[in-house]
């Protein structure tokens, strides 16, 4: 079995804001082993970025309250000094973060933003670190690495930029990469190109990757396990086959639904998630996601647990709906009952 | 022929005719401002859209399509060719002749975020265009702004509320409600759904097709998704670096692909299904869209094509009629059987020039060629 990298118990994040308490992250747990693919999917306003800040130690402050363990090789990054999480930033958990139009600071060259990063982790001279930083450019595919390091991030593209943010991510080779929504910001050519540079960097590099989306599209190729969130809540979890072949909770449904698809006839109409992401300070009674359930009765008026309810063992999902029922009906959402037409 | 003597034939004026429309931009340097090069944005688009249809407009970042939708509506001056709208050349016109016209073409833009002003209320925003197009009285404006807001999905009490009250997506619908503010005929929708999470991104293409059906809109809809036009589109054009390489009725895109490029924009097109996606050959296109500034000779696509050929880095490939409406500019067409090729290079040799008019939609009447087997033939070999 490979090495356990990360461990997550139960974590929850609040923010203490004028309107009230945001309970931003309720409970989420997860394990990441070395090699692995990890897909965290839901809306914006699901929780699945403060996740990630959260193992990056980047949410901490005066307003946040946090519950639970993040453990690291056995290290709670919870319980650790300030201090001390920086040695863990960028030598342990790398982040991408999704707009890397922002991330860049435009009045330095792309060079001197990742020898920053290098040499803040580490004890190395200038050249060694520049010429580690033209390395990387190279293995991220940034063509003539040797002129383009002293480029500013405004003579870089949108695909080129996110790269140069990987580089800066792989710089003090993490274990863990942390990629929140890479490509969202990017067109899809590029989008395929980054997807791929992450699956072939995280076995170059021997790490394990946790990708955070909104479109499941775009992990059916890399991910291992998937884990869908909603208001702050894991609402699924299982590995890929089994959140794209057995789904079990109907906004898994609806996600899968809203994707529209080239390997399918074109619907009279794309399925929709009626309504809006539910607030986090007060959200709904019972099951999160029942006011915008098509399939919601009596019971939903009380949270379901996440439980096993399918024969694989460790596919977990909350909703109450008989699994039978469930599977005769669930096409209808996931593909407008076109399968059933033909 | 010309196409106000084919539109004669057809009975049938296109809503939006341009031709040869080229957007050029010049870089100035120095003291004295010289033009030293010149960014080839538009370079030489022609197309028509007929009334009521969705033209989806394709291509990655950089390839002059959001130029293209601004030049039509004429927030961009046109560096040369002709913006026919409803029969009048408007690419000259003065702001006091185009104004009324710009009553009948809106836009839609990208980011819901960038696109509203934060310090006016909703109703301002979208009582805005009938304010300054002097349309009905403050109370009518009024009414008519709560209607509107309805149609798009929102509440008329939400008149009072400033845009960071809203959701991405709620945001995007108080622009779709501005655009439909001057019951517009045209509405050009600059990556619409880009900014959004692909359940809002759903709810927004069905509310699109909702509203053309309801006031008979016609779309330009720019996009770089070929997943996302395929939902809206009746007929797709695919733009690389400035000019059409590929336009299509929309289903016959996605099962006939002709041009390589736009064989790898489909195939980078994400499948939600693990199996199908694992199987799938990707055709990942190395690098970015070349500069616009100095465009690669011959075909432009050719630096990153897998099929290029020395043909194709000596002479740029015009835009033929493969039948059926269907045109591309390429050496080594995919997915075209031997007969259509003869055809088409028969009819090239006598109408060198008259390729490009024949993006015009009515010209598909003239020599159409429905049964067009999908059989796929490698033309590096001949």
Known sequence: ?342 | MTVLEQTAQTGETPLLEIHHVKKYFPIRTGVLQREVARVHAVDDVTFAVRAGETLGLVGESGCGKSTLGRTIVRLLEPTDGEIIFQGTPIQSLRTRRLRPLRREMQMVFQDPYASLNPRKRVGTIVSDPMRIHDLGSRSEQKRRVGEILETVGLSPEHYNRFPHEFSGGQRQRIGIARALALRPKLIIADEPVSALDVSIQSQMLNLLEDLQNEFNLTYIFIAHDLGVVRHVSDRIAVMYLGKIVELSPAEELYTRPIMPYTEALLSAVPIPDPDLAEKRERIVLEGDVPSPINPPSGCRFHPRCRYATDVCQQIEPPLVDYGNGHLAACHHPLNVDQETLQRVEVAQEHTPAAADESAMPEDTSGHSNPSVAPTTRDTRSS
């Open chain 1, 1 to 342: 079995m490979a090495e356990r990298l990360l461990e997550v118990n139960d974590l929850k994040v609040r923010f203490a804001t004028e309107d009230g308490i945001v309970r931003a992250v309720d409970g989420i747990s997860f394990e990441l082993e070395r090699g692995k693919v990890l897909g965290i999917v839901g809306e914006s306003g699901s929780g699945k970025s403060v996740t990630a800040m959260t193992l990056m130690g980047l949410t901490r402050g005066v307003n946040a309250g946090f519950e639970g363990e993040v453990l690291y090789k056995g290290t709670d990054l919870l319980k650790v000094s300030d201090r001390a999480m920086q040695g863990y930033r960028g030598n342990e958990l790398g982040m991408i973060f999704q707009d890397p139009m922002t991330s860049l600071n435009p009045v330095y060259r792309i060079g001197e933003q990742i020898v920053e990063a290098i040499q803040s982790h580490e004890r190395v001279d200038k050249r060694t670190a520049r010429s580690r930083t033209i390395e990387l450019l190279r293995q991220v595919g940034i063509p003539n690495p040797e002129t383009r390091v002293d480029d500013f991030p405004h003579q870089f593209s949108g695909g080129m930029r996110q790269r140069a943010m990987i580089a800066m991510a792989l710089s003090c080779n993490p274990s863990v990469l942390i990629a929140d929504e890479p490509t969202t910001a990017l067109d899809v050519t590029i989008q395929a190109q980054i997807v791929e540079l992450v699956s072939r960097l995280k076995d170059d590099f021997d790490s394990a990757v946790i990708f955070i989306t909104h479109d499941l599209g775009v992990i059916a190729d890399i991910a291992d396990e998937i884990i869908v969130m909603y208001a702050g809540r894991v609402v699924e979890r299982g590995t890929k086959r089994d959140v794209f072949y057995d789904p079990q909770m109907p906004y898994t449904w609806g996600l899968l639904g809203s994707i529209p698809r080239l390997d399918r006839p074109r619907p009279e109409r794309l399925h929709t998630i009626e309504g809006m992401p539910p607030s986090l300070i007060n959200p709904p009674e019972g099951c999160k996601f029942r006011p915008r359930c098509p399939h919601a009765f009596e019971k939903c008026k009380q949270e379901p647990g996440l439980e096993n309810r399918v024969e694989t063992p460790g596919h977990l999902d909350r909703c109450w709906l008989d699994v039978e029922f469930k599977r005769d009906h669930r096409d209808e959402t996931i593909s407008g009952g076109s399968v059933e037409a033909a």
